[in-house]
């Protein structure tokens, strides 16, 4: 099998997450989590239909993440 062919087999598809799914996971309502993304402090949404947007799950897992470290360096 080719290797660019096998890379691409095992890589984990990605996920769209509807805004629900992203309050549910991080916490916040819709009004901080839209107000966060235009400060640049929150990932921003991806347009999947003429009035329909989601989030990459990596990239709110990411946020997440780093949201961990954060507190993490500030208790140290």
């Keep these: 099998m080719p290797s660019n062919l096998k890379s691409a087999t095992t ?4 996920r769209f997450l509807r805004l629900p799914e992203v309050m549910e996971r991080v916490g ?4 901080q989590i839209y107000d966060r993304m ?7 949404s991806v ?5 329909a947007v989601a989030w990459v799950e990596d990239e709110i897992d990411a946020y997440q993440e780093a949201c961990i470290a954060q507190r993490d360096s500030a208790a140290n």
């Design 38 to 44: 235009s400060e640049g402090k929150f990932p921003r």
């Design 28 to 31: 916040l309502k819709h009004t």
């Design 11 to 14: 890589r984990r598809p990605r």
């Design 47 to 51: 347009r999947v239909g003429d009035r």
